[in-house]
C-alpha cells in the first residue's frame, strides 16, 4: 500500500483527511469514531494515533468492520498500563513484518504538535510536504517549498538601504573591482561579511580598500623625506625574502607614514613619539616584514639597527573591526548610493573589474570600507535577525564488532531539522534514507535507492536551505568528516561544495588545540564560508564540567530527557530490516537531530555566544575555535586606538610565578550555629580599577626619578611595583572594565524592565558576557605566554586581594564583639580568594543575615571605591573539611526555608570518582545537614560498605570516568584510564576511545600487587565475562577518604577510621569467578551437581546422591528464574518507556545509564539460569 504521514489531530476534519488517504469517503469509520468518543471517553489524540496505525495495516481495506473492536482493544490496553508484562521471552520478542505496530514514541508525539501549528501556516507558506517520497534521480530543490529562504526582491543601490545582521566575517585575495577603493593592480585583500536581513534574507557583503599595517618607532632624525627610500628599501627586503612569487607581488609595502603615537607598555610621561605606520599589500606579508625589521634594517644614512614592531601580531579580521568600529554579530548599514549590487552572470560575462555573483546568497553586494555603518548592540541594534540553524545527524551501517570506516560503511540515513532564531519549534524537519521508509507523522521522508544519490541530494539540500548556523552533536570531529570522506570514496564530486562561496571545497584538516582549560584535543576543521559551524559537543566541553558528555546524559543533565542510544552493530540490522525497522532508525536519527536544537534554546547557546561576541567586539567563529586572549586583545586596541597608543609584540617568554591568593587557614568542625559568609564583588576587577593598575600606569625602574614624580603621584602595591594614580593618568584597563561593569549594569536595569521573554535572553546573554569579559581581563595580564604578558599587574593584583582578606578578618573580629553589645565574639573560620565566613554567635539565621549586611556595609567603608564586601549567604549548620572543601544549608533568599545543600570540592560535585562515592557523601550530609542526624549517617556508610564488599553494589555505581587528554607517551607514570584505551584500540580501533573523549572504567581483580593501571577494564567487558570486581580497591582507594573528610570532623580523627572501616560490617566478603584470564584460560569446565556442587561426568541436573530432591531443587531454581524474568522485565519495561513506546524492542546502549548496566547483568543472569533449568531436561 502506499505509505503517506497522518497528522494527529482533533476534530471530523481533520479524521476526514486522514482516512480519505486510505479508504475515500468511508462514512463507517467516522461513524465509529464518532461512537468511541461519545461512549468509552477515549483521548481523541490517543485513539486517532491507534487509528492511524491500524488502518495503516492492509487488513483494514479488506475488512473495515475490524477498526472498531481494535482501537476497543488498545484503549483497553492504554488505560491498564500497557502491555502484559511477561518473562524475558515476552519482553524480548521482536515484531515480524504485517504485525500490529502501536503507539508511536513520546518524540513521535511531538512531531504531531509541530505538523498540528504549521496547518495555518500551510496556507500562506505552501504544504510542508510531509510524506513519503522514492526520490532516486529525480531529487530537486522545489520538493518542499519550505526549504527556500522567502523571495528577495531586487535592491535599487540609489535608492535602497541595506541593513543587515553580520553573522561571519573572513577575507580573501582577490582583483579589485572598478569604483572601489584600493590598491588597482594585482590582487589585493577583501573583507567579505555574511549575514541576514530582518525579512531572512542572506547577504554577502565585500568590503574593499581596507589594507593590513603595522607600526615601528621611527629612528633618531627620521624626516618624511626619507619615506620613499624607506618603503623602497623595505619593498625591495621583502621581495627578496620570499621563496616563491606565485602571486606575482610587485609591490608588497603600500606606503609608509610618520604618525604620533605613544607605546603602552608602561608610563612614560605621556610622552608622544614619532612611529612609522608601514601598510603592506597582504597580511601574510606582515610576518616577514616584521621579522626583517627586527634582525636589523638599513636604509640610506641610517646604519644598521633593529626596530621594535608594534601591533604586528593582530589578526587581519580584529584590524579591520577595530578600525571599523565592527564587532561580533553587529548590525551593518549600507546607505544608498554606497554600494553596488552584483548580479548573476555567465562564464562568458564574468568580467575582473565588474564581477558577478560568487555566493549563493539573495543579495550580494560591493562596498568600500570607509562607507558602511556599524551599528552599537544597544537598543533596537541588540536584536537577533531569523537566522536559520540546521540540526542534522548521520547514521551509518557499520559491519559486526566494527565501527564504521567511511572508506568502507555506507551512509544510510541523514536526519535534518532547521529552526528559525527565536522560534521554538523547527520549522524543516526531514529524512534522507537509503532504501524505502515507513512514514513518520510530523516530517518528510525522501528514499533513495543509491548512497552517492542520497549524499548528493543531501549537499544540494543543504545548498537550498541555506543555513546560517549549523549544529549538531560531535558534528566537528565525526559527522562531516565522514560524510565528507565518504563522499570521496563514492566519487560524489559536488558534494563537498556546502559552504555558501561557489567553486571553494569543504576540505577536512587535522587541527590540535591546547588550553589550561580544555587541556588537549584533537579535533577536525572543516571550511564552510559563511557558515557557523555551531558544534554543541565543543560548546559543552569548553563551558560545563560534566561526569559524562554523551547526547544521552547531557539531554538528561539539562532537559531531564533521555534518548535511545542505539550501538552500531545495532543500526546495521535495522537497516536490512524492512521499512517498520528503517522507520525505527530514522525517528532516532530525527531525535539526535532534534535534541542539539533543544539544548542550544534552553542554554541560549546562540545568544549567549553573540553578546560576547558583540561585547568583544570578535567574530562569533573565533569564540568557537580561537582561546581566551583574543577576547581582551580586541577591546584593548578599540580603547587604545582612542587614546592614540599602540600595543608592542612581546615575544612569549617563560615568566616566573606568583604569589596567588590567600586562603585563610579553615578552622575545621561542625558547625550547628549560622555562619554568615561575606564575599567581595568582582574583586579582581574592582581592585584594577580602585588602585589604577595598568599596562599605560605601570612605572619602570627608575621611572619617578626619571620624570620627577612626587609621592603623591604614585602607589606602591604590597608586591612592591609602582603604578600612577588616575590622578595623573588614568589606566586604560580601568577604563575598559568602567565600561564592562556599567555597561552590565544597565543591562541588567533593562533586563529588570522588559517583558518580551526573548528580549530578555539576549539582556540576560548580555549581562553575562560583559561579567565574563570583566573576569578575564585579569587572566590576560596574568598569562606567561600571552599576547601581552604583565607579570607586575597580576601579582600587584593578588597582593592586594590578600591584604583585603587579612584586613577583612581584623576589621569584623574587631568589632562584632561582646564588649560593643554583640551577643558573642565573632570569628572568622575561614577565608577563600574573595569572600570570609564568619561565625558571629548568633543562634538564628536571620540575626546572622541582618549582622552579615551590617558587617559587610562597615568593611566596604575602609575601602577604596569601587571595592565593595558583600553580604552573599548564611551556612547553616556547616560542615568545614579543609580548604576548598565544605559543605552546608545555603540561606539567601529567606531566613525560614534554604535555597540548597551547598558543597565545594567535596566528592558530591568532583567528577573523578565513581558515582557510588557522590551517591554515598550526598545521602551521608543529607543526614548530617537537613536531617541532623549524624548516627544515621554513619549507619548509612556502614551499610553501604557491607554491601560493596558482598558484591551487592550494581556495577552502574563503580564506573569511573577520566578525560583522555594525553597519549600513553605523552604521561610520566601510567594512567589506569589510558591504559585501558590502548588496549580497547586493539580490540577494535573504530570504537576505542579518542583523544578528548572520557573513558569509562571499573578495577578488577588482580595478582596480588598488581598497579591500578594494569587492573581497569570496560565495565561491558566485566559483566559479559563475569570478570570480579576488586572491591578493596574501591573501598580503600574510593571510599575511605571521602567518608573520614566528612566524618572526622563530628566523630574525631581517631575514632572515625575505627568505626566505618573496621568491625563486623567488612568482614563479609564475596568473591566471583572469572570466565577469563589467569588459571580459567587453561580450566577445562565440568558440570556440576545443582545440589551439593559435586562435579558430574554428564550434563545432568543433580548427582545420584540429590536424585530424590531433584523435584524440590527444581522448584527453587524456577522460582529464581521467575525472579529474574520478573526483574528483568521491570528493567525492560521502564527502558522502554524512557525511549517513549512500551510496544518496541529496546535497543539503547547508554553507559551513562544505571539501568543499562543493570539489564545487561540481569539479562546474563537469566540467561545462565535459563541454561541451569534446562539441564533438568522437563
Known amino acids: 500500500m502506499t505509505s503517506v504521514s497522518i497528522p494527529w489531530k482533533t476534530g471530523l476534519v481533520t479524521i476526514r483527511k486522514c482516512f480519505r488517504a486510505f479508504v475515500g469517503e468511508s462514512s463507517q469509520i467516522e461513524d465509529e469514531w464518532r461512537e468511541l468518543l461519545s461512549t468509552r471517553g477515549c483521548c481523541e489524540e490517543v485513539a486517532l494515533i491507534r487509528i492511524y496505525n491500524f488502518v495503516n495495516a492492509p487488513a483494514i481495506h479488506s475488512r473495515p468492520d ?72 529525480l531529487f530537486s530543490a522545489d520538493l518542499n517549498p519550505r526549504w527556500r529562504r522567502p523571495h528577495a526582491t531586487p535592491l535599487e543601490p540609489s535608492s535602497d538601504t541595506l541593513v543587515f545582521q ?24 577583501i573583507i567579505r561579511m555574511f549575514g541576514v536581513t530582518d525579512s531572512g534574507h542572506s547577504v554577502c557583503c565585500h568590503v574593499h580598500g581596507f589594507a593590513p599595517y603595522f607600526y615601528v618607532p621611527a629612528p633618531v632624525g627620521f624626516k618624511p623625506d626619507y619615506l620613499g627610500e624607506f618603503k623602497r628599501e623595505l619593498n625591495a627586503a621583502v621581495l627578496k625574502d620570499m621563496r616563491s612569487n606565485k602571486d606575482n607581488i610587485s609591490i608588497t609595502v603600500l606606503a609608509v607614514e610618520i604618525t604620533r603615537k605613544e607605546n603602552m607598555y608602561g608610563y612614560h610621561g605621556k610622552r608622544i613619539m614619532d612611529f612609522l605606520r ?26 644598521l639597527q633593529g626596530y621594535q614592531s608594534y601591533e604586528a601580531n593582530i589578526d587581519f579580521e580584529i584590524r579591520f573591526m577595530v578600525d571599523c568600529d565592527v564587532v561580533g554579530c553587529c548590525w551593518i548599514e549600507l546607505p544608498k548610493g554606497k554600494f553596488r549590487v552584483r548580479e548573476e552572470k555567465s562564464m562568458a560575462e564574468t568580467d575582473s573589474q565588474y564581477p558577478g555573483k560568487v555566493s549563493l546568497c539573495q543579495y550580494e553586494v560591493d562596498v568600500g570600507w570607509t562607507d558602511l555603518i556599524s551599528h552599537p548592540a544597544e537598543g533596537d541594534w541588540q536584536r537577533i535577525a531569523p537566522l536559520r540553524v540546521l540540526s542534522f545527524d548521520i547514521e551509518c551501517a557499520g559491519r559486526k ?77 565525526f559527522d562531516f568528516p565522514y560524510l565528507l570522506n565518504r563522499a570521496a570514496t563514492l566519487k560524489v564530486n559536488l558534494f563537498p561544495y556546502l559552504g555558501r562561496v561557489r567553486g571553494i571545497k569543504s576540505v ?69 530490516g524492512n521499512e517498520q525497522t528503517r522507520r525505527r532508525l530514522a525517528v532516532y536519527c530525527l531525535k539526535d537531530a532534534y535534541l542539539p536544537l533543544r539544548l542550544l534554546q534552553k542554554l541560549m547557546c546562540v545568544i549567549n555566544y553573540m553578546e560576547m561576541a558583540r561585547v568583544t567586539g570578535v567574530p562569533l567563529t573565533y569564540l568557537l575555535s580561537r582561546g581566551q586572549q583574543i577576547k581582551v586583545v580586541s577591546q584593548l586596541l578599540r580603547q587604545a586606538m582612542k587614546q592614540d597608543l599602540v600595543m608592542p609584540v612581546v615575544k612569549p617568554e617563560g615568566g616566573e610565578d606568583y604569589t596567588g591568593a590567600t586562603v585563610i587557614e579553615p578552622e575545621k568542625g561542625y558547625y550547628s550555629l549560622p ?33 620627577g614624580l612626587s609621592p603623591d603621584d604614585f602607589i606602591k602595591t604590597p608586591t612592591g611595583d609602582q603604578f600612577v594614580k588616575s590622578s595623573v593618568r588614568k589606566g586604560l584597563l580601568p577604563e575598559i572594565l568602567e565600561n564592562l561593569l556599567s555597561a552590565r549594569k544597565r543591562a541588567k536595569t533593562e533586563l529588570k524592565k522588559e517583558t518580551d521573554p526573548f528580549k530578555k535572553q539576549v539582556l540576560d546573554g548580555r549581562q553575562l558576557a560583559l561579567k565574563i569579559s570583566a573576569n578575564s581581563v585579569y587572566g590576560f595580564t596574568g598569562a606567561q605566554v600571552g599576547k601581552l604578558p604583565c607579570l607586575e599587574i597580576s601579582q600587584s593584583v593578588t597582593g592586594f586581594g590578600r591584604q583585603m582578606i587579612e584586613q577583612t578578618k581584623q576589621l569584623v573580629e574587631s568589632k562584632y564583639i561582646i564588649s560593643n553589645g554583640y551577643q558573642a565574639d565573632a570569628k572568622v573560620i575561614y577565608g577563600d580568594t574573595d569572600s570570609v565566613m564568619v561565625k558571629l554567635g548568633v543562634a538564628t539565621v536571620r540575626e546572622a543575615m541582618d549582622i552579615g549586611k551590617e558587617a559587610a556595609e562597615w568593611v566596604s567603608s575602609h575601602f577604596t571605591p569601587p571595592i565593595k564586601l558583600e553580604f552573599e549567604k548564611v551556612y547553616y549548620p556547616y560542615l568545614l573539611i579543609n580548604k576548598k572543601r565544605y559543605a552546608g544549608l545555603y540561606f539567601s533568599a529567606s531566613a525560614d526555608t534554604h535555597d540548597k545543600m551547598d558543597c565545594k570540592g567535596i566528592e558530591t560535585v568532583r ?102 593501571y594494569m ?75 545443582i545440589g551439593c556442587k559435586a562435579v558430574l561426568k554428564t550434563d545432568a541436573a543433580v548427582c545420584d546422591f540429590c536424585k530424590k530432591k531433584e523435584s524440590e531443587l527444581y522448584q527453587k531454581e524456577i522460582f529464581h528464574l521467575n525472579t529474574l524474568e520478573e526483574r528483568f522485565s521491570r528493567l525492560w519495561t521502564q527502558c522502554q518507556r524512557c525511549q517513549g513506546s512500551l510496544h518496541e524492542d529496546v535497543l539503547c546502549t547508554s553507559r551513562d545509564c544505571p539501568i543499562f548496566y543493570m539489564r545487561k547483568k540481569v539479562q546474563k543472569d537469566l540467561d545462565d539460569q535459563s541454561k541451569l533449568v534446562s539441564r533438568f531436561g522437563w
Open 911 to 1012: 567528577r573523578d570518582n565513581c558515582p557510588l562515592v557522590a551517591n554515598l557523601i550526598n545521602t551521608c550530609l543529607q543526614r548530617i545537614l537537613i536531617d541532623r542526624d549524624p548516627q544515621g549517617a554513619v549507619d548509612h556508610a556502614k551499610e553501604v560498605i557491607s554491601d560493596l564488599l558482598c558484591n551487592r553494589i550494581d556495577i552502574s555505581q563503580l564506573v569511573i570516568t577520566k578525560e583522555l587528554t594525553r597519549t600513553a607517551q605523552e604521561y610520566a607514570g601510567k594512567q589506569a584510564h589510558v591504559e585501558l584505551a590502548e588496549r580497547m584500540r586493539k580490540r577494535d580501533a573504530g570504537s576505542a576511545p579518542n583523544l578528548g573523549d572520557r573513558v569509562p572504567y571499573v578495577i578488577i581483580k588482580a595478582a596480588k600487587g598488581a598497579a591500578a
Open 278 to 303: 608601514i601598510t603592506m599589500a597582504m597580511p601574510r606579508l606582515i610576518a616577514p616584514a616584521k621579522r626583517l625589521l627586527e634582525q636589523g634594517f638599513k636604509f640610506g644614512p641610517f646604519s
Open 166 to 189: 553580520q553573522i561571519d566575517l573572513d577575507y580573501y585575495l582577490g582583483a579589485s573591482v572598478a569604483g572601489m577603493p584600493g590598491q588597482s593592480q594585482g590582487k589585493v585583500p
Open 675 to 707: 555562619i554568615a559568609t561575606l564575599d567581595f564583588s568582582s574583586l579582581y576587577p574592582s581592585i584594577m580599577q580602585a588602585h589604577n593598575l595598568c599596562y599605560t600606569t605601570l612605572l619602570q625602574k627608575g621611572s619617578v626619578e626619571k620624570l
Open 508 to 576: 577536512l584538516r587535522d587541527l590540535n588545540f591546547q588550553s589550561k582549560q580544555m587541556g588537549r584535543r584533537e579535533n577536525k576543521t572543516i571550511n564552510m564560508e559563511g557558515r557557523v559551524q555551531f558544534d554543541l559537543l565543543q560548546v559543552l566541553l569548553r563551558d560545563y564540567k560534566l561526569r559524562s558528555y554523551t547526547l544521552n546524559a547531557v539531554s538528561f543533565h539539562f532537559l531531564q530527557e533521555q534518548k535511545e542510544d542505539v550501538q552500531h552493530s545495532i543500526i546495521t540490522d535495522l537497516q536490512n
Open 1015 to 1089: 587492573k581497569s577494564e570496560d565495565p561491558i567487558y566485566v559483566l559479559e565475562n563475569t570478570i570480579p570486581i576488586d572491591t578493596q580497591y574501591y573501598l580503600e582507594q574510593q571510599l575511605s577518604k571521602p567518608l573520614l573528610r566528612i566524618f572526622e570532623p563530628i566523630l574525631g580523627e581517631s575514632k572515625a577510621e575505627s568505626i566505618l572501616l573496621k568491625g563486623d560490617h567488612t568482614r563479609c566478603k564475596t568473591v566471583l569467578t572469572s570466565k577469563v584470564g589467569g588459571l580459567m584460560a587453561f580450566a577445562q569446565k565440568r558440570s556440576t551437581c
Open 401 to 477: 564488532g566494527i565501527f564504521p570506516e567511511a572508506d568502507k560503511d555506507p551512509v544510510i540515513q541523514i536526519a535534518s531539522m532547521v529552526q528559525r532564531q527565536g522560534e521554538t519549534e523547527p520549522f524543516i524537519r526531514t529524512v534522507f534514507t537509503l532504501q524505502s521508509c515507513a512514514s513518520i507523522v510530523g516530517s518528510q521522508i525522501l528514499c533513495f535507492t543509491q548512497e552517492k544519490q542520497l549524499l548528493q541530494s543531501w549537499a544540494e539540500f543543504l545548498r537550498t536551505v541555506d543555513p546560517d548556523i549549523i549544529t549538531g552533536y560531535n558534528i566537528q570531529n
Open 66 to 137: 475490524r477498526f472498531h473492536t481494535h482501537v476497543q482493544g488498545m484503549d483497553y490496553k492504554r488505560r491498564n498500563g500497557g502491555p502484559f508484562v511477561g518473562g524475558a521471552s515476552q519482553a524480548k520478542r521482536g515484531k515480524t513484518a504485517g504485525e500490529w505496530e502501536d503507539s508511536p514514541s513520546q518524540f513521535e508525539e511531538e512531531l504531531s504538535m509541530f505538523e498540528e501549528a504549521e496547518m495555518e501556516a500551510e496556507e500562506t507558506e505552501g504544504q510542508a510536504g510531509h510524506d513519503v517520497i522514492p526520490v532516486g534521480e
